[in-house]
T-cell receptor, first 113, second 115 residues
Framework: DSGVTQTPKHLITATGQRVTLRCSPR?????VYWYQQSLDQGLQFLIQ???????AKGNILERFSAQQFPDLHSELNLSSLELGDSALYFC????????????FGPGTRLTVL | GESVGLHLPTLSVQEGDNSIINCAYS??????FIWYKQESGKGPQFIID?????DKRQGQRVTVLLNKTVKHLSLQIAATQPGDSAVYFC??????????????FGAGTRLFVKA
């Protein structure tokens, strides 16, 4: 158990819909990262937050957005969902902004029908 | 562009043998290189990292070698055990954004350990 929690574990929705994925980092970790893992694209970095502020962005679609709240939990919002958004979404956390040793949550499996 | 790739997608080794997983990278601006292990149904798990100004770093049963001349990274696992069966990813941390880092993962190598 990494100490990072993600909810929900599974999510099934329809195209065009909007969903919110939630992540609670390990106690004491200030950085949160979001990743998308699909069979054809592998593990793709989406975005990093540190102590509530966005620090780095990957190839995150404009339909996707995230935020980190004062209690350090984070949410990833995915809107206007497409079939191709079906994937595993992982959240990870680290103590500082450097991010070498990231602790990953169990992931949320999103299925868009 | 930025990319981290792997030479071998699948590696099968006998229990007790040493395993070597290889990785090629293309970005010379990385500060750190990292190895993660992902077991079925779980999130990736950190194994070891190496700073870009180092050539070798050892951990418990694992050694990472970095050859910057040919942009090559390898993970050596000594006395491989059945519990080592997983997908192994190399990754690189690159400074990005406002004082942040983005982690670029390779495609992954699946390691099978035969009993």
């Amino acid at each position: 158990d990494s100490g990072v929690t993600q909810t929900p574990k599974h999510l099934i929705t329809a195209t065009g819909q909007r969903v919110t994925l939630r992540c609670s980092p390990r106690s004491g970790d200030l950085s949160v990262y979001w990743y998308q893992q699909s069979l054809d694209q592998g593990l793709q970095f989406l975005i990093q937050y540190y102590n509530g502020e966005e620090r780095a962005k990957g190839n995150i679609l404009e339909r996707f957005s995230a935020q980190q709240f004062p209690d350090l939990h984070s949410e990833l919002n995915l809107s206007s969902l497409e079939l191709g958004d079906s994937a595993l979404y992982f959240c990870a956390s680290s103590v500082d902004w450097g991010g070498n040793e990231q602790f990953f949550g169990p992931g949320t499996r999103l299925t868009v029908l | 562009g930025e990319s981290v790739g792997l030479h071998l997608p699948t590696l099968s080794v006998q229990e007790g043998d040493n395993s070597i997983i290889n990785c090629a990278y293309s970005n010379s601006a990385s500060d750190y290189f990292i190895w993660y292990k992902q077991e079925s149904g779980k999130g990736p798990q950190f194994i070891i990292d190496i700073r870009s100004n180092m050539d070798k770093r050892q951990g418990q049963r694992v050694t990472v070698l970095l050859n910057k001349t040919v942009k090559h990274l390898s993970l050596q696992i000594a006395a491989t055990q059945p519990g080592d069966s997983a997908v192994y990813f190399c990754a690189e941390n690159i400074r990005a954004g406002t004082g942040g880092f983005k982690t670029i993962f390779g495609a992954g190598t699946r390691l099978f350990v035969k009993a």
